[in-house]
């Protein structure tokens, strides 16, 4: 069980370039999502997912796209990179039923230049 | 909307020293609380959760009381240890849901020296 995995670790970006983190869990959880974290800011949350087909806003959509195609997967694109998208990208999972636990992947730390 | 405070840190404490981290919430209806800590270089592990007032959340020597009446959460350890030392995030998931949107405070960084 490889848990929630996450590539790419590092990523240099320049400003106006695109990239897809690629985020991918085993566990056959409905719920996944997209936080980035910055320093004294804690996590806000990009996107969400409860389920293959459907993705929803969270608190800080702007400048990127997700979709969920499979249970598995769950990509954030960023379609023109911008300094402000410069964080730690963390995607997480969990069940809709029983446990309220997240499970988050190791990050993504991304730097636009 | 929801919003979480957590207190200024960074902490620095000896070991086998007392640990309290202050953290309120706001929220509407009856949110659950969580605490998640991050060791250096990963990602966040869940440490303890409460889902109703006056739950306590209990792990690895950790707890927290969820009080509805002071709209509070704060972690606390009676002894750290070196290998706590890590950022400490409190979050709370809004309406109870078992896995609704987390919203979290700013974290606070502690370290244990020996």
């Known amino acids: 069980n490889a848990g929630v995995t996450q590539t790419p670790k590092f990523q240099v970006l320049k400003t106006g370039q695109s990239m897809t983190l690629q985020c991918a869990q085993d566990?056959?959880?409905?719920?996944m999502s997209w936080y980035r974290q910055d320093p004294g800011m804690g996590l806000r949350l990009i996107h969400y997912s409860v389920g293959a087909g459907i993705t929803d806003q969270g608190e800080v959509p702007n400048g990127y796209n997700v979709s969920r195609s499979t249970t598995e997967d769950f990509p954030l694109r960023l379609l023109s990179a911008a300094p402000s998208q410069t964080s730690v990208y963390f995607c997480a999972s969990s069940s809709t039923s029983g446990s309220s636990r997240q499970f988050f992947g190791p990050g993504t730390r991304l730097t636009v230049l | 909307g929801n919003s979480v405070t957590q207190m200024e840190g960074p902490v620095t404490l000896s070991e086998e020293a007392f640990l309290t981290i202050n953290c309120t919430y706001t929220a509407t209806g009856y949110p659950s609380l969580f605490w998640y800590v991050q060791y250096p270089g990963e990602g966040l592990q869940l440490l303890l959760k409460a889902t109703k007032a006056d739950d306590k959340g209990s792990n690895k020597g950790f707890e927290a009381t969820y009080r509805k009446e002071t709209t509070s959460f704060h972690l606390e350890k009676g002894s750290v240890q070196v290998s706590d030392s890590a950022v400490y995030f409190c979050?709370?998931?809004?309406?109870?849901?078992?896995?609704?949107?987390?919203?979290f405070g700013q974290g606070t960084i502690l370290t244990v020296h020996p």
């Open positions: 979050a709370l998931s809004s309406g109870g849901t078992s896995y609704g949107k987390l919203t």
């Open positions: 566990m056959n959880h409905e719920y």
